[in-house]
């Protein structure tokens, strides 16, 4: 990555939330690029942040501070024309089929719903693009008259898929988009997004904490901790040799793919932090394997290039030689 | 449409055995007691509701003792309680009809604004719902009686005053959690405005609780109505009303019995087939039970 001029950038993405009194850095200065057909992963425990970062590409939600580009265009900056022109680049397929599907919407309806609400259509056009989606993703054109509760799991969630490919957007969001799914199924569906990748060339962005998922699909990984990126680079390096203790824990704690494979686990000790008071210094800290010293409680590492660890940054106090000690 | 095999019995505390599981019963007696009254009264009834006959005051129904020329006995002033009885059908349905159409109409409207928008618009919104529970409706209707004295649009007032209320905060709550699903999200990331997420995504799921609460709120205006009419301040005399035709019986409880009963019974018979009826149509409604 960092040839081609990346489609979507993410630059110190910052998104506090006021709870009470107290503030809650749901995001805390996140950056990252994404190249036009690449995939990147947020990976991450349940309160991370990676979530809130998905809703904020959405433009869901509005970021504290920080900037995301798309095509190197503000998206802060934009028109009413460049917002629809947004709203047809960027779509998404959120985790749970039974609630993302509007219940009461027939499945014309709902794969239609973006060219409906952003291009000026005939009924036939419709139609026909309607048909096309759903070929795509593999259900019936006849589907369209159905209701959602008519479809299986992985049936809806092929709607929903269908319904983010209508448009032909650029880059697709993707939350958890398996995690709800019968593990029967799960293979079906990340397949059908290779697929579609390789069909349509769209960068994709998923939210995922099932490291097998990402493996799978991404190409590049961003591993989150309390709101920051702890480690990121290319996929196959951060599996083959994890450098952050925490990417090595989160690793650890996925069972191998063959009962036999030897597999040492390194387990967590606790809990994840409340996000209210995170820890001083790296938010890692406490619950670190390999904890150095006092820097790790009093400073924060850099998100920094590792030396023998190719193109990724890592944050953390172990690979700063002036930190050792 | 008949229940599956088996039926799912499910406990909702009131329950008719047979009678709300098959909505047959409440519906005929409906059909009996109000609606073709309400349409057809001037065929149906035997006499007209306003000739008094003195003569013939106070004469008790057939089955008392009473005879065919009239079935169900006369008032005080030898007006056939029957007839009165049919035509009071119609200003009970009217009443209830109109008065729901228009309560449910600003409830909902309200409550869709409230539980969308969220911020000041919920917090004023909902402290008017406060404001008008806490207000006694029956005072309320002295109120304007008293201002305007007792007319028709005046008991509609005091029922869409009632109503609305209910529907803003029923709606508004299922709204606050419609909004936070996830096909709301889906649909602004498709690029929809406010308008068709409200109309489109929103309301068409809150229509079910919107349409059975309209139901069951029959049986609660047309008690509201009759308890106005008996007290002086809803449809003013000598309409036949069926509160009015119970409080003109009032003072006969016991030597005239049947000129409050039978009127009485109407309302009975009314509210309770609607009730049932609003039971059956909210399980057959329930979108828990239809889906998954």
């Known amino acids: 990555m960092g040839d081609a001029a990346p489609l979507l950038e993410v630059r110190e993405l910052t998104r506090h939330f ?77 985790q749970d089929p039974w609630s993302s599907l509007n219940p009461r919407m027939r499945v014309r309806e709902i794969v239609a719903e973006t060219l409906i609400c952003n291009q000026r259509l005939g009924r036939k056009e419709l139609d026909r693009q309607v048909d096309a989606a759903l070929t795509a993703v593999g259900l019936r054109p006849d589907h369209a008259r159905n209701y959602p509760h008519e479809f299986s799991g992985g049936q809806r969630q092929r709607v929903a898929i269908a319904s983010a490919l209508i448009s032909r957007p650029r880059l697709l969001v993707l939350d958890e988009p398996v995690s709800a799914l019968d593990v029967s199924i799960r293979s079906q569906i990340m397949n059908l997004f290779k697929d579609l990748q390789a069909e349509f060339g769209m960068s994709y962005v998923i939210v995922a904490h099932d490291l097998g998922t990402t493996r799978y699909m991404a190409d590049q990984i961003a591993v989150m901790y309390l709101g920051r990126i702890v480690e990121i680079g290319p996929s196959e390096e951060i599996f083959e040799a994890p450098k952050h203790p925490y990417t090595k824990a989160l690793l650890a704690a996925a069972l191998p793919s063959h009962p036999d494979t030897p597999h040492d686990r390194e387990e967590l000790a606790g809990e994840i932090p409340s996000p209210l008071e995170p820890p001083p210094g790296c938010h890692f800290h406490p619950r670190c394997p390999a904890f150095i010293g006092p820097v790790c409680e009093t400073d924060y590492p850099d998100l920094d290039p590792v030396e023998g660890a190719g193109a990724r940054r890592v944050a953390c106090h172990l690979y700063r030689g002036a930190a050792v000690g | ?52 006959s003195v003569p013939n005051r106070l004469e008790p129904p057939v089955f008392a003792g009473g005879t065919w020329e009239f079935p169900l006995g006369t008032d005080r002033l030898g007006r056939d309680i029957l007839s009165r009885t049919i035509h009071g059908a119609k200003y009970a349905l009217s009443i209830s009809l109109v008065g729901i159409f228009l309560g449910t109409i600003l409830g909902t409207a309200v409550g869709l604004a409230a539980g969308y928008f969220r911020g000041w618009t919920d917090r004023i919104v909902m402290r008017v719902v406060d404001v008008s529970f806490a207000l006694p409706s029956i005072l309320l209707a002295l109120a304007l009686a008293a201002a305007f004295g007792s007319s028709f649009e005046g008991v509609i007032f005091v029922v869409v005053f009632v109503l609305w209320s209910y529907f803003a905060r029923q709606v508004r709550g299922e709204v606050l959690s419609l909004r936070e699903r996830d096909f709301v999200a889906r649909a602004r990331v498709a690029g929809a405005g406010h308008g068709r997420i409200i109309f489109r995504h929103i309301l068409p799921n809150v229509m079910n609780t919107v349409i059975v609460l309209a139901t069951l709120q029959i049986g609660v205006v047309i008690i509201l109505e009759a308890s106005l009419s008996f007290l002086g301040i809803g449809i003013p005399r000598p309409t036949p009303a069926w509160g009015l035709l119970v409080a003109d019986g009032r003072a006969l409880v016991v030597s005239a019995w049947w000129v409050s009963l039978i009127p009485g019974l109407a309302i009975l018979l009314t509210v309770l087939s609607v009730n049932l009826f609003g039971d059956w149509l909210r399980d057959r409604l329930d979108p828990k039970l239809r889906q998954r």
């Not at chain 1, 190249?35 to 939600?61: F, Y």
Request: proline share 8%; glycine share 10%.
């Open chain 1, 18 to 94: 006021r709870v009470g009194k107290a503030q809650v850095r749901a995001v805390d200065g996140v950056s990252f690029a994404v190249a036009p057909g690449d995939t990147l992963a947020l990976v991450g425990e349940s309160g991370c942040g990676k979530t809130t970062t998905a809703r904020l590409i959405l433009q869901l939600d509005e970021p504290t501070a920080g900037e995301i580009r798309l095509d190197g265009r503000d998206l802060r900056q934009l028109d009413r024309a460049g917002l629809r022109q947004f709203r047809n680049d960027v779509q998404a397929v959120f």
């Open chain 2, 1 to 52: 449409m008949p229940p599956p095999a088996g039926g799912v019995a499910r406990g909702s505390g009131r329950s008719f055995g047979l009678a709300s599981r098959y909505p047959l019963v409440p519906i005929t007696i409906l059909m009996i007691v109000l609606v073709i009254p309400s349409f057809f009264a001037d065929l149906i009834a035997p006499h007209d509701p306003y000739a008094a």
